[in-house]
Nanobody, 119 residues
């Protein structure tokens, strides 16, 4: 089972930018949907952005126009470029295989990377 390691989070002021990275333990060429999620303590994990093998993308309405998901299959990497950050974007961000993560009982998540938006 592929493992993911997220990085790039940090503390940023409102309106600032961050680029998150996700490194996969093996090739992601055969993974159709790669996704970024986020979670605030006490809340359900939320799907933020998805990218297909054909680079088709979809976004949570609240991040459209501010976040961009991308993938580099040659490097087994997925990225989330975030701009215009708002305090409500504060969360731990995770990446995963969209289809595997949607299966009941799926529990293979990385440690995530903390994004804190605050002045």
């Amino acid at each position: 089972q592929v493992q993911f390691v997220e990085s790039g989070g940090g503390l940023v002021q409102p309106g600032g930018s961050l680029k998150l990275s996700c490194a996969a333990s093996r090739s992601i060429l055969t993974i159709d949907g790669m996704a970024w999620y986020r979670q605030v303590p006490g809340n359900e994990r939320e799907l933020v952005a998805v990218i297909s093998r054909r680079d088709t993308t979809k976004y949570l309405d609240s991040v459209k126009g501010r976040f961009t998901i991308s993938r580099d299959n040659a490097k087994n990497m997925v990225y989330l470029t975030m701009s215009g950050l708002k305090p409500e974007d504060t969360a731990v961000y995770y990446c995963n295989d969209l289809w595997e993560a949607s299966k009941p009982g799926y529990d293979s998540w990385g440690e995530g990377t903390q994004v804190t938006v605050s002045s």
